[in-house]
């Protein structure tokens, strides 16, 4: 492998940054509020998420990202590869985040939650102060699985045309005729990225601990 080479597979792993890190960060919160909508069973509005989040999990990322990036312009809006890669992803984390949030939110214990209602907290408050920060501590572990799934699942993009680290490694291995050394540099990317994202947990989980042992 050149030099190029090994550049050509960095910029394929900037882009699945580029897809992923906007994915994650819009994908959760929106997840959260999926997940209140349907623990509070708001009439109407819960019925709807429940159907998305159906929908959006049981739909194949390579499907998704075709139906946003064809059918989206239909509509008068046109996308760019990489918007639409996000919006994919983003359809798709959310879908998955609103489950983890709502199962810790049904594990929540509720007695809590009354004792900050009979002491006089506004809504906003006892969740934020009493309910966020448990349910967010429960679900660590397997938001970052999700993450690390999510950065998985970003080869997707590459049926609309985006080069992230797979495609790269395919390109540079069909370039060189050596398709081994391209997928063990990919594979090492690969493995830094999710290493960071477990070493992250890692690290919040520690500091969740000292915090608690105070």
């Known amino acids: 492998m050149q030099e190029g080479d090994y550049l050509a597979l960095l910029t394929g792993a900037w882009t699945t940054l580029a897809i992923a890190l906007p994915a994650i960060a819009m994908g959760a919160p929106l997840g959260l509020a999926l997940a209140l909508i349907r623990w509070r069973k708001i009439p109407v509005l819960g019925t709807i998420a429940a159907i998305l989040v159906s929908l959006f999990r049981a ?18 809006i046109q996308l760019a590869e990489l918007p639409a890669a996000i919006i994919t992803l983003t359809l798709g984390t959310m ?64 049926v609309i045309g985006l080069v992230e680290i797979t495609r790269a490694a395919v ?7 050596q398709p081994l050394p391209p997928f063990l540099v990919a594979l090492v990317i690969y493995a830094v990225i999710i290493g960071t994202l477990v070493g992250l947990q890692r690290y919040l989980e520690h500091r969740q601990t000292r915090a608690l042992a105070i």
């Open 95 to 158: 879908a998955y985040t609103c489950e983890i949030w709502r199962g810790a939110l049904m594990a929540f214990p509720r007695d809590q939650y009354d004792a900050a209602m009979a002491m006089g907290m506004t809504r906003g408050l006892r969740f934020r102060l009493i309910v966020l920060p448990q349910i967010a501590r429960a679900s660590l572990p397997a938001l970052v699985n999700e993450m690390t799934l999510l950065i998985k699942v970003t080869p997707a993009a590459a």
């Open 59 to 76: 739909t194949p990322s390579v499907t998704l990202v075709l139906l946003v990036y064809y059918a989206v312009p239909q509509i008068g």
């Open 171 to 177: 390109r540079v291995g069909a370039e060189t005729y």
